[in-house]
């Protein structure tokens, strides 16, 4: 992994903050790239000064004309993008009839248009290169429904679906794509007001495990192949 340009979308998200570590402690270069850069300049100082490589950039996964602007900032700056992380994500699970449309549009715009379009911006390089590595999270709610997961359910198994459709776009052009259905991970995802749903976090995976798996993800050899991988708590439970 090292010397590896990773960029992570959502790196200060409970996950991707994790990623972020672990990548940057095996030596890969770590773009963190959201919309808290406070946040994202906090970690970079804490991977730094622990003897990574960490740079912050911006990036809104709603805004095409945003996501162009960070993938050419990377590859002007570090050379390429060995590996994408698309960690970032919101929730919303309750009724559909207690759903706002302005909250579904959005749960759509960011979870799966998001996905799309970053997805859409780092490929062509990869393919130009005939090399990367693509790691989408749907997490377990893109692979198994649940009471109140609708639109969140919508959002997620569109980005499974995406995902394998682009397999077969790029048999040929030596990238690897790995989706990960994720069990509950106990970060604030669950903290927000539309996420109604009782949880018990202690029973759920941590960050750090969420990161092991995308670790593990990233260091397949198998370009061409999609890799699936469901990873649950001890627990069984689905979140």
Not at 88 to 101: E, H, K, N, T
Not at 130 to 150: A, D, E, F, N, T
């Amino acid at each position: 992994m090292k010397d590896q340009v990773v960029l992570i979308v959502g790196a200060t998200g409970g996950i991707g903050q994790a990623t972020a570590t672990l990548f940057a402690k095996a030596g890969a270069k770590v773009v963190l790239a959201g919309r808290n850069r406070a946040a994202a300049e906090t970690l970079a100082s804490t991977l730094n000064g622990a003897g990574g490589e960490a740079y912050v950039m911006d990036v809104d996964v709603t805004d095409p004309a945003s996501i162009d602007r960070l993938v050419q900032e990377v590859v002007t700056n570090l050379g390429a993008i060995d590996i994408l992380v698309n960690a970032f994500g919101i929730g919303l699970i309750q009724p559909i009839a207690d759903a706002s449309v302005d909250d579904i549009k959005r749960t759509l715009d960011v979870n799966t248009l998001g996905t799309i379009l970053m997805t859409k911006a780092v490929v062509p390089h990869m393919a130009e290169r005939k090399s990367g590595k693509v790691i989408q999270i749907p997490g377990i709610i893109g692979k198994h429904v649940m009471r109140g997961s609708s639109v969140y359910s919508a959002s997620k198994f569109a980005v499974a679906g995406f995902t394998k459709a682009l397999v077969e776009d790029h048999k040929r052009d030596g990238i690897g794509f790995s989706l990960l259905y994720l069990g509950g991970v106990g970060t604030p995802f669950w903290d927000s007001d539309i996420v109604q749903m009782r949880v018990q976090k202690e029973k759920m995976l941590t960050a750090e495990e969420a990161a092991k798996a995308i670790y593990y993800a990233a260091s397949q050899p198998q370009p061409g192949v999609l890799n699936e991988m469901v990873i649950q708590p001890d627990s069984h439970q689905m979140v």
